[in-house]
């Protein structure tokens, strides 16, 4: 049986594995917001014989860390959670990377189940092991590998999430095509607003899921391969973090966008992506995504974020895009390249 499953309104497979009786709890971690607008959802189709508890956190990444682990221990601790016990992390990559890391270390390591309730986290976050929480400033600085007893995926959660949420979340999908399915590249870019009705996210994630699990599964502890699902990261990270030092922080998804408009730049002065390609993609990127400004643009900082980016051994080395499809990784380019590369993200957007 697949790791991930998609689940319906009556979350059948969920609830014939709680029903098996093999935990001796079963406990729900959530945010404000998915307590509110997914936990009515879950409970209405569970059909559970004896009660979940709950643990409610405030959203935000800035409650990803070790004081919410500590809130999360104890209140297993209070309630008398033993090794039996079971955790579902019902919310978006905050709660599924902190859920999941507070049960693969509270006593030793208890069962944990991915329900992932934004885009973002069920074509991506929820895939591949990697928990974690942010310390010392530094993005998932402690964590560890760990798969969930399952993940079941709803995409009916989507319907009350944010647009702006959903385009984050879609930038891991464009990703994934750009990567490694030219195919479904062509299929995607057909979809220009994200709230239009007639998309089938089922169809979206399970492909992204799927292509995902088949890289991890080559290369589980990112020693080569798995790298290429960093294309538009390396720059991406670094923009994602210099905008949190502004009054206008970019979703993830949104500056891995910006990543992968300067990365597909350098794919084509590195790896001789075609100009035709390197057109296609930014005019779709920039189509979807909206210009994100520079305030007070420091190259020091910019470079000082990419220096200590944990990918780099004293060099700073990309994963590539050969063609559309087909991506390398351990590319590296020098400096000059890279500041070129943002020129070259406003001369898209015509600035
Ligand atoms: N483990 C991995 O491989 C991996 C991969 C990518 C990202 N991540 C992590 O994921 C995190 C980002 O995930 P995210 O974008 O899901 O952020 P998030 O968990 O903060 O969710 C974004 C916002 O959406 C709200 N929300 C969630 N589901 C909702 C719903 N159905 N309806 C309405 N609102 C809803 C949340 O309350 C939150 O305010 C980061 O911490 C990142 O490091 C992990
Ligand atoms: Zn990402």
């Not at 647009?163 to 995607?188: M, P, Q, T």
């Amino acid at each position: 049986m697949d790791l991930v499953q998609f689940e319906t309104d009556t979350f059948t497979q969920l609830n014939q594995l709680l029903n098996r009786g093999e935990h001796t709890s079963v406990w729900v971690l959530m945010d404000e917001n998915t307590e509110a607008l997914c936990f009515p959802v879950l409970e209405k189709a569970l059909k559970l014989t004896t009660g979940i508890k709950k643990i409610v956190l405030p959203a935000g990444e800035q409650y990803k860390n070790i004081d919410s682990c500590q809130l999360i221990w104890q209140t297993l601790l209070n309630g008398k959670a033993d090794r039996k016990a079971l955790l579902l992390n019902l919310g978006g990559g905050v709660i599924g990377d902190m859920g999941g890391f507070c049960a693969a270390t509270y006593k030793r390591g208890i069962d944990f189940i991915q329900i992932p309730t934004t885009l973002l986290a069920q074509v991506d976050a929820s895939v591949g092991g990697k928990l974690g929480v942010d310390f010392g400033g530094i993005k998932n600085a402690i964590g560890s590998f760990h798969d969930p007893l399952m993940t079941f995926i709803h995409s009916g959660f989507l319907k009350t999430l944010p647009e702006r949420e959903l385009r984050s979340g879609f930038a891991e999908v464009i990703k994934h095509c750009l990567i490694a399915d030219a195919g479904y590249w062509n299929l995607i870019r057909e979809v220009k607003t994200l709230n239009d009705p007639k998309i089938d996210w089922n169809d979206i994630i399970a492909h992204s899921v799927s292509l995902k699990s088949k890289i991890v599964e080559q290369d589980p502890k990112e020693m080569g391969l798995r790298k290429i699902l960093n294309f538009g990261h390396t720059i991406g990270h670094a923009v994602e973090s210099m905008s949190w030092e502004t009054d206008n922080p970019l979703l993830h998804g949104e500056a891995v966008a910006f990543g992968m408009i300067c990365e597909a730049f350098l794919s084509k002065r590195m790896l001789n992506l075609t100009e035709a390609a390197l057109l296609d993609i930014t005019d779709y990127i920039s189509t979807v995504y909206p210009y994100w400004k520079f305030e007070k643009f420091s190259i020091d900082r910019f470079f000082e974020l990419l220096w200590n980016d944990k990918k780099n051994n004293g060099k700073i080395q990309f994963s590539l895009l050969n063609e559309i499809g087909y991506c390398s990784y351990n590319t590296e380019v020098f400096e000059n390249l890279i500041l070129d590369s943002l020129r070259f993200y406003d001369s898209i957007y015509g600035k």
